[in-house]
């Protein structure tokens, strides 16, 4: 479904991400692990064309989509939930969902998505009226899942949903995750630190390090890959 | 107790203006007798005057301390006046009725000189929603919107001059010059946001000025184009009398215009991205809302105003040079903006008629004018810093729960 090729992106003359590989098929959740700066958040932003790459090939339904504008690529069916969440602060929840549904213009179909969000997140459902900002962290990463999946992606890019969330909501995040990928067969390109909890969502992995990936496998053997387990499963 | 505390506060404000007054208030030397006056009762009105005006502020900030708190508490479910006559029918078509007349009998009842100064103050009223869009809407601080008030103000002064074309034939054509800078602007600054931003915009609105003050042969410089024609009906040209009232009533009908159209574009898709695009710019960008495109209409939308009443300005004036367009004048529309109330329709009208009619109302006080003027806007920003009119923004309404 995506596939990227040798990708370069640089920051000015910073190169962050050093001839990329990597392949997802459909309906798979992918995961990326790495430290803080290895450029995954980077990765997200090269497939997103909101900092195209210097070169380097990214193709999606085998169609190139390197160059073309971020706005074209959410049409295309490739929503971000961005590292950070990123909700509007000043509009309510019930808002921030029709930012999502910017592109479409099937009215009756985005007030179902609207009810699928709430039978999803039922706590976004008690806060429709309230401002963004006002919500809890976990609250707002449920928004911001719920938002881009008013899109009706098709590649769904998470950047660490977990960040900064307590354990339990973290869970629950998890789970979804999981439902969103089989109701709906939405593929999942999941960015994550806590590389525990995404290897076991996951059905792959990539490991990224100084903007390489170094490691590649199904997220059981890298569960118990002797240098994964050192480097980031902290056993 | 608390009081006692405030009295104390004050007590030592008091103290201490005494102290800052005390060589230019009392001491007087006076160099032909050679001899110091001690007006000690100078001291005292200084003394009693901030004594008595630091109270009160203190006691004005305390009350509305308390007010917020109740709010908070959820005591009292005050609706502001102010919002109540903005959404409740009973209340705002009386008020509709009432401004809709005084608006139509304006112009028989009062002086020509009555007449000018509104003209005037309508004029920034659409600037002021012109640059509304750009500011309150888009978020994108823009210190440099005189410069499209300029372009339109110069395109009737020089095709006039030059071409002869009348007023009506320039309004247009000064809107559409407003779009092409807009754009030009718009183009560098897309990847800029907020100090930065303001910075370029400040910069463009200089050079423009800089340019009709130094090119001589094209702007004829810092004397200007004088004897542009008044706006004609049909051909038929009016008399000094008669075309201020003309003008008045095109002004009326242009913020009516501006109104509707405002209206519309905030709640149509591009409005939306605007406020995407003010409230989070990555987010905006995930959503694949187009970045360059809605900032450029914003830009473009924004100057097209400016172009079509800079027209309206030098048919007005007749008389335009280069001091019309100074960074004071920016300053003051962005003033108008701010006070009124980002993004609110209604809070801008006011914000304008506020700003501008207030320092003419105020000559009576004369020196004190500006004094008192500054003194109003610092209140303003204390009290009521969310502008006059804090937008009543739409909440999108559903079927069903
Ligand atoms: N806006 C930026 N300007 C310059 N360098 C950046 C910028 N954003 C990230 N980088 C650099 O790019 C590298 C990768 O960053 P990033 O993709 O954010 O990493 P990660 O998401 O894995 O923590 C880091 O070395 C970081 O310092
Ligand atoms: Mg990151």
Known sequence: ?235 | MIKLEELKKSFLVSVWFMFLTFPIMVIRVNPIEKVVEWRWKNILIVGAGSFFFSFLWRYLLLRRETGRKKMEAGEIEKIPLSRRILTEPKMYIPALVCIAVFASVFPFVFSIYQINIMVTAIIYVVLGLGLNIVVGLAGLLDLGYVAFYAVGAYSYGLLNYHFNLGFWAVLPIGALLGVVFGILLGFPVLRLRGDYLAIVTLGFGEIIRLILENWNEFSFGPSGIANIPRPSFFGHQFSLHAATVYIYFLMIALTLLTIFVVNRLQNSRIGRAWIALREDEVACQAMGIDKTKTKLTAFALGATWAGMIGVIFAAKTTFINPASFTFLESAMILSIVVMGGMGSIIGVIIGALVLILLPEYLRAFSDYRMLLFGAILVIMMVFRPQGLISNVRRTYKFEGR
């Open chain 1, 1 to 235: 479904m995506l596939k990227l090729r040798d990708v370069n992106t640089f920051y000015g003359n910073i190169q962050a991400l050093k001839n990329v590989n990597m392949e997802i098929s459909e309906g798979e959740i992918i995961t990326l692990i790495g430290a803080n700066g290895a450029g995954k958040t980077t990765t997200l932003m090269s497939i997103s064309g909101i900092i195209p790459p210097r070169s380097g090939e990214i193709l999606f339904m085998d169609r190139p989509i390197t160059g073309m504008r971020p706005d074209g690529i959410v049409s295309l069916g490739i929503c971000q939930v961005p590292e950070g969440r990123h909700i509007f602060p000043y509009l309510t929840v019930l808002e921030n969902l029709d930012m999502g549904a910017f592109l479409r213009t099937d009215k009756a179909e985005i007030k179902k998505d609207r009810q699928y969000m709430f039978d999803l997140f039922p706590i976004l459902a008690e806060r429709r009226h309230q401002p963004g900002g006002t919500l809890s962290g976990g609250e707002q990463q449920m928004l911001a899942i719920s938002r881009a999946l008013m899109s009706r992606p098709r590649l769904l890019l998470m950047d660490e949903p977990s960040l900064g969330l307590a354990p339990l909501i973290v869970k629950q995040i998890f789970e979804i995750i999981k439902k969103i990928n089989t109701e709906n067969n939405t593929t999942i390109f999941l960015v994550e630190q806590n590389a525990n909890l995404a290897l076991q969502v996951a059905h792959r992995g990539y490991v990224m390090e100084n903007g390489r990936t170094t490691l590649t496998d199904s997220a059981t053997n890298l569960l118990t890959d002797e240098k994964v387990k050192k480097a980031y499963l902290g056993m």
